[in-house]
């Protein structure tokens, strides 16, 4: 059997990184798409790149989701069996305040990679990263492939645009393009200003007496978390299948933001006492009396999600699908990365 390969764009992140390492153990050709910076821009895949190219199977192309003619040299030299478009402005507070650009990356750019597919008569299977974020304001809990959309941020509404845009291409031109839905996911990947990550690496600031305190928006939205090596599987499962469709990925479970405050704590020995209300609510460390956790309404959103939860029964049926790392277990796995992190600056 021939080679498979797999074109990635948005490869230098927190899911394209572990895609990459899931899709070499596999035994693909990986290409991936990065964008020229100035500045050193592939952290996450540097490690992948010295080995695949040891290996001669993975490869990294310049080129931009916003450049159309770039996208089709791309994918007419490639020739991938697979795509998985993962580029995005994925930071859904930031699209707020450049909500032009998010749209032309998320939107559109997912309509150029899917005419690039179209217009060169090529015959691949196509991955689009599609976000809870579309559920927004949710018509109901847990949400499923048939819950209504109600996108509440620039970054929901151009995701959208992209889901319906893979749909409408894959009924009208039969390609084989599949949504998948991923709800929260994380790992020690993920970037630094996601919530996350801010509470990771905060709490092992606070341990090791780096800093005071960690400073956050809405400590009450509920989130269903999960861990991103596990998700990125299911991408592929996604392309695996004869018949393209379009799946949520979730765990099923929601946590506070509060929550995932008190169990990063608790890995590393520290109770939190929270004392006050709204804007003035503050995290104590429950053995010094210190402050340790502020609220500050600079990073609340214009228009709030307050809750997602996924119902993944449609993945664990027709993909054989589940998530194999628990909440805590994921807690534990970021906290513990981010005292090495702390440690090492």
């Not at 689009?128 to 048939?146: D, F, I, M, N, R």
């Not at 993944?312 to 993909?319: E, F, G, P, R, V």
Request: net charge neutral; with cysteine.
């Amino acid at each position: 059997m021939a080679q498979k390969k797999a074109f990635i764009t948005g490869v230098s992140g927190q899911d394209g990184s572990y895609l990459t390492e899931q899709l070499l153990d596999k035994g693909y050709e990986v290409h991936g798409m990065i964008r020229r910076a100035s500045s050193f821009n592939r952290g996450r895949i540097e490690h992948i790149y010295r080995w695949g190219k040891e290996r001669n199977n993975f490869f990294l192309h310049y080129g931009d989701v916003s450049d159309s003619s770039n996208l089709n040299r791309l994918v007419e030299k490639i020739r991938p069996d697979e795509i998985y478009n993962l580029a995005a402005q994925s930071h859904v507070k930031v699209s707020f305040e450049v909500p032009e650009y998010t749209a032309e990356v998320d939107a559109l750019g997912t309509l150029r990679l899917l005419d690039a597919i179209k217009e060169t008569g090529l015959d691949c299977k196509f991955y689009q990263a599609s976000t809870s974020e579309l559920y927004g304001k949710v018509q109901e809990v847990p949400q499923s492939e048939k819950t209504p959309f109600y996108p509440r941020s620039p970054y929901g509404v151009a995701k959208l645009y992209a889901f319906w845009i893979v749909k409408n291409y894959r009924e009208a031109y039969g390609l084989h393009a599949s949504n998948g839905i991923l709800f929260n996911h994380e790992s020690p990947r993920r970037g630094e200003n996601f919530v996350t990550r801010k509470i990771t690496l905060g709490v092992a600031g606070v341990k090791a007496g780096a800093r005071e305190c960690i400073k956050l928006g809405n400590l009450n939205a509920r989130r269903d978390w999960g861990y991103a090596p596990d998700y990125v599987n299911a991408m592929w499962l996604m392309l695996q299948k004869e018949t393209p469709d379009d799946y949520v990925i979730a765990t099923g479970e929601m946590h506070t933001v509060r929550e995932f405050v008190e169990a990063s704590f608790r890995h590393l020995d520290i109770s939190v006492r929270w004392e006050g209300e709204g804007e003035n609510e503050i995290g104590v460390d429950g053995n010094t009396g210190n402050t340790i956790v502020r609220v500050d309404p600079k990073y609340y959103r214009p228009s709030e999600v307050e809750q997602l939860c996924g119902d993944t029964s449609k993945a664990i049926n027709a993909l054989g699908w589940k998530p194999t790392v628990t909440f805590d277990q994921l807690v534990e796995i970021m906290v513990k990365a981010d005292r090495e992190t702390v440690k090492s600056r």
